[in-house]
């Protein structure tokens, strides 16, 4: 079982810049691939970043690639998403999730955190 505890969301202006923290439980995340999805009033959740077990795959959605970043430190069991060149089309409850394959289906993750806003006003 792994608890999943996401922070670091908040209100920033368009521009600007936030990081996600993603604590996790439990003595096997560095086993667990991690994801970071995303979703907006009204709409689907979405995959924004995956990152591998050990950092060495981390896929991005087209829509952040060049300005989110996925890290992940496994001996705080944490991971990270940091947000740069913030737009209003961001603004989602941001969660994390802890899976066995690196993949950007959020099915095939299985543990998930409760979430954090961003809002991005312009």
């Known amino acids: 079982q792994v608890q999943l505890v996401e922070s670091g969301g908040g209100l920033v202006q368009a521009g600007g810049s936030l990081r996600l923290s993603c604590a996790a439980s439990?003595?096997?995340?560095?086993?667990?691939?991690m994801g970071w999805f995303r979703q907006a009033p009204g709409k689907e959740r979405e995959f924004v970043a995956v990152?591998?077990?050990?950092?060495?795959?981390?896929n991005y959605s087209d829509s952040v690639k060049g300005r989110f970043t996925i890290s992940r430190d496994n001996a705080k069991n944490t991971v990270y998403l940091q947000m740069n060149s913030l737009k209003p089309e961001d603004t989602a409850v941001y969660y994390c999730?802890?899976?066995?394959?690196?993949?950007?289906?959020?099915?095939?993750?299985?543990?998930w955190g409760q979430g954090t806003q961003v809002t991005v006003s312009s």
């Open positions: 990152i591998s077990p050990r950092s060495g795959i981390r």
């Open positions: 999730a802890a899976g066995r394959h690196t993949t950007v289906v959020a099915s095939m993750f299985d543990y």
């Open positions: 439990g003595r096997t995340f560095s086993s667990y691939a």
